[in-house]
């Protein structure tokens, strides 16, 4: 019973490292590190005045798969940018799109360039646009969210900096009413909290997928079927000796998932991509190699093993509940919690397909 509880423990103590004692320490640790020098002036481009000679091309990259109904609302939302539009590319990769991509684009021929790839993946469809790229900078966003007016000019300001490789930007969710959502904006605003903490002692370890910016210099094309090309991409920029920083000032729009399933996809997607991305990238788990080592271990890898840590908390709790009280009031807590969370997950589904018994009723009738 001893390494029973022996490894009950070091489960206890792992979890709780991975999600209070790095953050702890984190926060530490970023209070201690001398501040990056301050960046470019964060006013809009539109109030300065006179044209800035020094301001870079930037080709915005979208890959999307039969997002028709959502590409004009976010092309319009991209020349709104403050950025000057002689110095703004759009590219489309559409990745095997099987709906009206191209028609409901054709009003944009003269602004937006249009690539119709094979279906292949989002990490070859994100390698056309950047063969097609003409500008040095590179801002990366989805058909779904939509940007801040000065978004762009924000992520430009960062690359004044020569060390400065990539730089996301932060995805801002719309309150959400259902648990899910609201659950996810909790999670999104501690996920953030330590990007930007991570930014401060050295470099975030991935981007907001939905918008963030890289050095065209620097990118290194995607193996297919790379699942988590907002991780892979940044952190090979930080293996070549650049750092990765946080705009919280450059914004991005989304709303908060609105069901479990949903969000539970993202999840298992991440999950997958994170195992993907040691297979991809072995050098991440070498120190010394590895410049963020310690915020990769602590962030990614020790996320990758919660999972089996709380198995081994639930196995070991379980075989020492007859021994002590502790450990069978820690079993029954273990017992309760996933029972609520089961009757939480029925609710959300009844909440779903309730309202579509209900049109498809409405319809009938």
């Known amino acids: 019973m001893l390494m029973t509880a022996l490894l ?26 001398p501040r990056r020098r301050s960046q470019a002036p ?35 939302n991209l020349l709104a940018s403050d950025y000057p539009a002689d110095l703004l590319q759009i590219i489309v990769a559409s990745d095997g799109s099987s709906d009206d991509t191209a028609a409901v684009l054709a009003p944009y021929a003269d602004r937006v360039e249009l690539l119709l790839l094979p279906a292949s993946g989002k990490a070859s469809a994100l390698n056309a646009a950047v063969d097609r790229a003409r500008h040095p900078i590179l801002v990366f966003s989805d058909a779904r969210q939509r940007f801040a007016p000065d978004a762009v000019s924000r992520l430009v300001r960062n690359f004044r900096q020569p060390e400065i490789g990539a730089v996301s930007g932060e995805l801002m969710l719309a309150p959400s009413n259902s648990t899910i959502g609201a659950g996810m904006g909790v999670y999104w605003n501690y996920e953030k909290w330590l990007r930007r903490r991570e930014a401060i002692v050295g470099s975030t370890l991935g981007v907001t997928g939905a918008i963030y910016a890289m050095r065209r210099e620097l990118w290194q094309p995607l193996p297919p079927g790379t699942l988590l090309d907002d991780v892979l991409g940044p952190i ?32 298992m997607r991440t999950l997958a991509g ?28 020790g996320r990758l093993l919660v999972p089996y840590a709380l198995l081994a908390i639930f196995a070991t709790s379980a075989a020492l509940a007859p021994t002590s009280w502790f450990f069978a009031l820690v079993f029954g807590a273990q017992l309760l919690f996933f029972a609520l969370a089961a009757y939480g997950a029925a609710l959300d589904r009844r909440e779903r397909v309730e309202p579509t018994a209900s049109r498809v009723n409405r319809e009938a009738a």
């Open 42 to 76: 964060s006013r809009s481009l539109r109030l300065l005045s006179g044209r800035d000679s020094h301001l870079p091309g930037v080709s915005v990259i979208v890959a999307a798969r039969n997002e028709a109904p959502r590409l004009p609302a976010r092309i319009d």
């Open 236 to 267: 090979r920029v930080v293996l070549r000796g650049y750092q990765v920083t946080f705009d919280s000032d450059a914004h991005a729009f989304d709303e908060a998932p609105a069901d479990a399933e949903q969000e539970l996809r993202r999840k």
């Open 274 to 301: 994170n195992f993907q991305l040691v297979a991809q990238e072995p050098r991440l788990l070498v120190p010394g190699v590895n410049p963020v080592w310690l915020q990769f271990m602590s962030h990614k890898i």
């Open 8 to 33: 009950f423990w070091i489960s206890v103590a792992f979890v709780v490292y991975v999600y209070a004692g790095y953050p702890a320490l984190l926060g530490v640790w970023a209070m201690l590190a």
